[in-house]
């Protein structure tokens, strides 16, 4: 399976990120991409306070889905399209997963809230698998995936071979340090937290970040032994295409579980 981790500009609309993404998804599909994951709450875009987010209705989210849905199927690749989501219980994080033709396959929704999100989305309570072209894998939404290693543990256990994970770290305008070097020491700490989860469960792991001026973390594919395989460049928007082997996946680490050792667990 041939991978793509996108690093989009920060949407300035909806429009404009529905621009962006079919721009990357046309780059990944030109490298026969199979699969491309999109940064968190990518439409209409991370409430961060530097940046002026389009409201998001029922009515304009579905529209850009069905968007999604018609690129998706023009460049026979598919999406991981996290979006704000309205329900009956409130508005989610979430992130849609599209077929090569289009299809809406389902959903996976941020379970784990920061503290920060408690008055903007509400949790989600499920979790789910995914399958494209025989290849099963799990979505974890930013915080949970960094903070709870647990729901990349039951993707994991559940047979993923590899767990996206959308997420939003950075800024455009403001930075205490300008990252160098992927992985060093004095970075924050979200690229060691991408190995760990790669590494104790023995699958790949894709994070997905925007490409934003200063960011705190790269977008990253991490292989089954904690190697970094490729990341985007600091700063840099765009997508990148790597191919993984699902053998290599195997769960082995996550499977050794042993959640009876752990009352009440």
Known sequence: MKVAVASPPFPKSIEDGLTNLEQLVKKAAAQQADIICFPESYIPGYPLEEFDIEVASPENMQAALDKAGRIASENNIAIILPMDWHSSKGKFNLAHVISKSGEILGYQTKNQLDPSEDKIWVPGTERSIFEIDGV????????????????????????????????????????????????????????????????????????????????????????????????????????????????????????????????GY
């Not at 455009?172 to 190995?195: F, H, I, Q, R």
């Open 136 to 263: 099963k894998f799990g979505i974890t939404i930013c915080h949970e995936g960094f903070r709870y290693p647990e729901s990349v543990r039951w993707a994991a256990r559940n047979d993923a071979k590899i767990v996206f994970h959308p997420h939003c770290s950075g800024s455009d305008s403001n930075v205490d340090e300008e990252l160098t070097e992927w992985g060093n020491k004095n970075n924050p700490y979200y690229e060691k937290a991408m190995m760990m989860r790669a590494l104790e469960n023995t699958i790949y792991f894709a994070s997905s970040n925007y490409g934003m001026r200063y960011p705190e973390s790269a977008s990253s594919l991490i292989g089954p032994d904690g190697t970094c395989i490729a990341y985007q460049p600091y700063g840099e928007p765009g997508v990148f295409v790597e191919e993984i082997n699902p053998e290599l996946a195997t769960g082995l680490l996550a499977r050794r579980f042993k959640p009876e050792l752990y009352g």
